[in-house]
């Protein structure tokens, strides 16, 4: 089992910057692929960005070239770096963990972009 804790969300202006954090508990954090997902209000929840326990990372088009994702296993952490972030980034963020047929998801971060 996986605890995950996300936490980096808030508010920022249009063209700003968030670092989010997603703590993971357990002692094999590494095999995890482990995901950032979104959701906006009245909308379905969706991939933003994922990295596998190897380091290949894929991401959504809408966030590509803005966004990156990236572990420090012996941190058990996965970060998503948010650079140039528009109104249509407002979510709620989801940080998951995946391996397997296991998935296991933190609570989410509102992230709201705003002028």
């Known amino acids: 089992q996986v605890q995950l804790v996300e936490s980096g969300g808030g508010l920022v202006q249009p063209g700003g910057s968030l670092r989010l954090s997603c703590a993971a508990s357990?002692?094999?954090?590494?095999?995890?692929?482990m995901g950032w997902y979104r959701q906006a209000p009245g909308k379905q929840r969706e991939l933003v960005a994922a990295?596998?326990?190897?380091?290949?990372?894929n991401y959504a088009g809408s966030v590509k070239g803005r966004f990156t994702i990236s572990r420090d296993n012996a941190k058990n952490t996965v970060y998503l770096q948010m650079n140039n972030l528009k109104p249509d980034d407002t979510a709620v963020y989801y940080c998951?963990?995946?391996?397997?047929?296991?998935?296991?998801w933190g609570q989410g971060t509102q992230v709201t972009v705003s002028s």
């Open positions: 357990g002692s094999r954090f590494s095999i995890y692929t």
């Open positions: 990295i596998t326990n190897g380091g290949y990372t």
């Open positions: 998951k963990a995946s391996w397997g047929r296991n998935d296991y």
